[in-house]
């Protein structure tokens, strides 16, 4: 995990297509200029960071479901609930759940788990932009084979794009 990079998700461990679920891992840096300021001496991570972890995890289960074809961009966080704090070196355990896809938009509920315990969960809406609109589909292909989406895929049985 990057924070300031906004790289949110360390590997992809599984993903079900058909269950429209995917499983992710991520480990907080020890060290991070996010902690400088939240908070001096009692450094955790932000909320919006858990977010934004949640909707990376959300958006690479979409990226796999519609097979590379759109981008999924957070539109909505709803009913979002922060439940424990999350400190340096915490392994974080992600689950996103497909909900709706269809007619550019996108719902997924996810939630993350530290230890066994409930750190945050949130209903997400992302809009899906057609790749052939943005000039961005290799760096977004590259960031998911990095983080194992397209061996999750290919583990799951399903053909990689």
Not at 33 to 47: K, R, S, T
Request: glycine content about 8%; hydrophobic content about 45%.
């Amino acid at each position: 995990m990057l924070l300031e990079y906004f790289q949110m998700i360390d590997r992809v461990e599984s993903i079900d297509l058909d269950a429209g679920r995917l499983v992710a891992r991520s480990v907080v840096p020890e060290a991070s200029p996010v902690f400088e300021g939240h908070f001096p001496g009692y450094p955790l991570v932000p909320g919006v960071l858990l977010i934004e972890t949640m909707a990376q995890a959300s958006g690479f289960l979409v990226l796999a479901k519609t097979g590379f074809a759109a981008m999924p961009f957070l539109m909505s966080v709803d009913t979002a609930k922060m439940r424990s704090f999350v400190e340096p070196n915490a392994v974080l355990d992600i689950e996103a759940f497909l909900e709706h896809d269809g007619s550019g938009y996108a719902v997924t509920k996810a939630k993350i788990t530290s230890d066994g315990k409930k750190v945050c969960d949130a209903q997400l809406k992302l809009k899906t932009v057609p790749f052939s609109q943005l000039p961005i589909g290799d760096v977004v292909k590259r960031r998911a084979d990095e983080v194992g989406l397209s061996a999750a895929i290919a583990a799951n049985g399903q053909p990689e794009t």
